[in-house]
């Protein structure tokens, strides 16, 4: 199945337009980095993190990203996120995405992971930060229950957001089946979905067929190689994820869905050595 340029203009769009159509006529799919995957990097002090990311991104040879919230963020603890939410300047996240710009990095989306604790002022500063980072996509990894409070948010301000799953599939408020999907997807005509490749793999299904039939509903996709069963994060290779066929898949399909490393297994090498290996990986499979 090839995606006209008619199909393109007509579809709600995820990713800019040069870039869907790029992406539509290209030899191959879109290949980046979730800038989780840098986050052992160490900051040089009077410099923000983004900085240090910019520079690994040239080293590994990528642009296209999705944008880690907790690598903008001072600390770690709930109480103070939300201080930090609410004071958090505009115009800093402004100054972010001109250097983003300036060094052709493509930000496909922001990732915010939604907890219950949030006030309604916390959720809306998210979508606020999305729009001056001048993404139209929140990727989260949240519970079931929070959809509902997002359902208005994502509608106000047409903002998509995608739901990541896991592989706990035991606990009906975790994003894991297919039917915690629908279910998503069902409240609000801007929810989406960010499959993470080796999750759903891990937790007993088929990303192949499942990118088949729902990449419409598919904003982008997290790739990592996890053992079946369940199994353990491993380095790429050593899993059973089908990574492989899942890019032949967006290669034969020319679908317009960034393929991005989430480098989360226990590897030798430094974060920016450790994603160079997952994107050669990636660039083989697809050669």
């Not at 891990?202 to 598919?218: E, S, T």
């Amino acid at each position: 199945m090839t995606i006209t340029r008619r199909q393109i203009l007509s579809s709600v769009s995820t990713l800019p337009l040069a870039r869907l159509l790029d992406a539509a006529t290209a030899s191959g799919p879109i290949l980046g980095v979730m800038t989780y995957s840098y986050r052992a990097l160490p900051q040089v002090p009077g410099t923000e993190r983004v900085d240090g990311e910019i520079e690994a991104l040239k080293t590994n040879g990528a642009r296209d990203i999705e944008f880690y919230e907790s690598e903008l963020q001072p600390t770690a603890k709930a109480e103070d996120l939300a201080r930090w939410r609410a004071a958090s300047s505009l115009d800093r996240l402004a100054g972010i995405k001109k250097k983003l710009d300036a060094a052709n990095v493509i930000m496909h989306a922001y990732t915010v992971n939604y907890q219950t604790s949030m006030t309604d002022a916390d959720l809306e500063a998210t979508f606020a930060q999305a729009k001056t980072l001048g993404t139209q996509v929140i990727a989260t990894s949240t519970r079931v229950a929070m959809a509902p409070r997002l359902a208005p948010l994502a509608d106000k301000h047409k903002i998509f957001v995608a739901f990541h799953g896991h592989s706990n599939t035991k606990d009906p408020n975790e994003f894991a089946t297919p039917e915690s999907f629908d279910m998503a997807l069902a409240q609000s005509r801007y929810f989406r979905i960010n499959l993470d490749i080796g999750h759903f793999f891990a937790a007993g299904y088929d990303p192949v067929a499942y990118i088949q039939r729902h990449h419409a509903n598919i904003t982008h996709l997290h790739i990592k190689d996890r053992k079946k069963n369940d199994g353990p994060n491993m380095p790429w290779g050593e899993g059973d994820t089908p990574i492989k066929e899942v890019l032949l898949l967006l290669k034969k399909n020319r679908y317009a869905l960034p393929a991005l490393v989430e480098y989360e297994y226990r590897g030798a090498g430094t974060p920016v050595e450790e994603t160079q290996k997952c994107l050669d990986y990636m660039r083989r499979a697809v050669a």
